[in-house]
C-alpha cells in the first residue's frame, strides 16, 4: 500500500510549455475533488516529476488525474461526471478497517477490489459515451487492469496507440513505461523517442527525456544519459516566466542535476544555480 501511495504522489508529467487555457466549466466532481485537480493540473503544466508504472501499482494515477483536468473542457457534462465519477473510485481508500460511522467516503477492502469496480466504471462510461470521453475512459481502465490483467491491459493500450486520438500518445507513454518494467528495455526507448520527437506529446518532454535517460544509463550509455540529464536540469535552471522571473525547478529537474552531480561533477558546475527572489521584489 505504501508503495503504491509513493506511487500515485510522483508526478511525471507535465507539458515543457503550458498548455492553452482550458474552459471554466467544472462538473460535480471537479468540485468536490477540487484542489488535488488543480495541484494535479498545475503539474501537467509544466510541474512535472518523474513518474514510474510498475505491476504492483495503479499506474501513475496523479498523471492521469492531470490529463482529466487539462482535457475536460466543456462538452457532455453528463459523460464527464460519470468519468469522474470512475476515476474517484479508482482513488478510494483501501482498508480492511470499517469507516467511521456516518462517513460518505467511498472505501473497498482491497486493492484488487478497488481496480475491478473502477474498470467496470469506466468500461461503462465507454459504452454508454463513446467519443473523446470514451477513449479517455478506455485509457483509465487500461491502465487499471494493468495491476489486475496485465496481458489484456497490454493489448488494450496497444490497439489505443495506434489510434489517431490524442490518448494514443498517453498509450504509448504507458506501454513504454510497462515495457521497463518488464525489462524490454529496447521497446521501451523506442516509444519514449518516438514520443520525444512529437511537437505535442501530451506528457512533458521533461519527464519523457528524464525516462529515457534512466534507460540509456541502464544500458551503460552513460553519455547518452548525461546528456539529457543535463538538458533537463540546464534548461530548467534558465528557465524564466512571462516577466522575466526565474522559474522553480520541477522535481524532475531537480532529479536530473543530481543525477548529473553524480555522474560528471565538473559538468554540473555548468548548470546555473537558480536566482532567488526576494518576497519583497528586490
Known amino acids: 500500500m505504501a508503495r503504491k501511495k509513493r506511487r500515485f504522489e510522483q508526478l511525471e508529467a507535465a507539458a515543457s510549455e503550458p498548455k492553452k487555457k482550458v474552459d471554466d466549466y467544472k462538473d460535480p466532481f471537479q468540485r468536490n475533488v477540487g484542489q488535488r485537480l488543480e495541484d494535479a493540473g498545475r503539474i501537467f503544466e509544466g510541474q512535472g516529476r518523474n513518474i514510474l508504472y510498475g505491476l504492483a501499482a495503479v499506474v501513475v494515477l496523479a498523471i492521469l488525474l492531470g490529463i482529466f483536468y487539462a482535457w475536460n473542457k466543456r462538452s457532455d457534462a453528463a459523460a464527464q461526471t460519470a468519468l469522474g465519477k470512475a476515476i474517484e473510485t479508482s482513488q478510494a481508500i483501501v482498508s480492511a478497517s470499517p469507516l467511521p460511522a456516518g462517513s460518505t467516503v467511498k472505501s473497498f477492502k482491497t486493492e484488487k477490489e478497488r481496480s475491478d469496480a473502477a474498470i467496470a466504471e469506466f468500461q461503462a462510461v465507454a459504452d454508454k459515451f463513446g467519443g473523446s470521453v470514451g477513449e479517455k475512459a478506455k485509457y483509465f481502465a487500461a491502465v487499471e487492469r494493468l495491476t489486475v490483467d496485465r496481458p489484456t491491459a497490454i493489448q488494450d493500450l496497444t490497439n489505443l496507440a495506434g489510434s489517431k486520438d490524442p490518448v494514443s500518445k498517453l498509450a504509448k507513454f504507458a506501454l513504454a513505461q510497462a515495457d521497463a518494467e518488464d525489462g524490454k528495455t529496447d521497446e521501451a526507448i523506442a516509444l519514449y523517442q518516438e514520443l520525444a520527437a512529437m511537437d505535442d506529446p501530451i506528457v512533458s518532454k521533461e519527464t519523457i527525456n528524464f525516462e529515457l535517460a534512466k534507460l540509456y544509463e541502464k544500458q551503460g550509455k552513460k553519455q547518452e544519459a548525461l546528456d539529457l540529464y543535463f538538458n533537463i536540469a540546464k534548461t530548467a535552471a534558465e528557465a524564466k516566466d512571462a516577466e522575466g522571473k526565474p522559474l522553480t525547478m520541477t522535481q524532475t529537474a531537480r532529479d536530473a542535476k543530481d543525477k548529473v552531480t ?15 527572489q526576494s518576497p519583497f521584489g528586490g
Do not use: S
Open 262 to 276: 553524480e555522474l560528471d561533477p565538473a559538468k554540473a558546475k555548468e548548470i546555473p544555480e537558480p536566482e532567488i
